[in-house]
């Protein structure tokens, strides 16, 4: 198994929602309680000031 760190794609961006309303559905690590999806998720991910992916190959 091989794992990097790169900065995010737009074609990572349904991979990272999928991650990300997992954890918002938790409830537990983030008070937002609305899933985004890929017209959001790109808009959110691309405000931050720093996008990475972390990308495991096996």
Do not use: H
Not at 11 to 26: F, L, Q, Y
């Amino acid at each position: 198994m091989n794992c990097s760190v790169r900065a995010y794609t737009a074609a990572d961006v349904p991979a990272m929602v999928e991650i990300w309303n997992e954890v918002v559905r938790d409830g537990i690590a983030y008070p937002q309680e609305e899933e985004l999806d890929v017209t959001t998720g790109t808009e959110f991910f691309a405000a931050q000031p720093v996008g990475l992916a972390g990308i495991i190959q096996k």
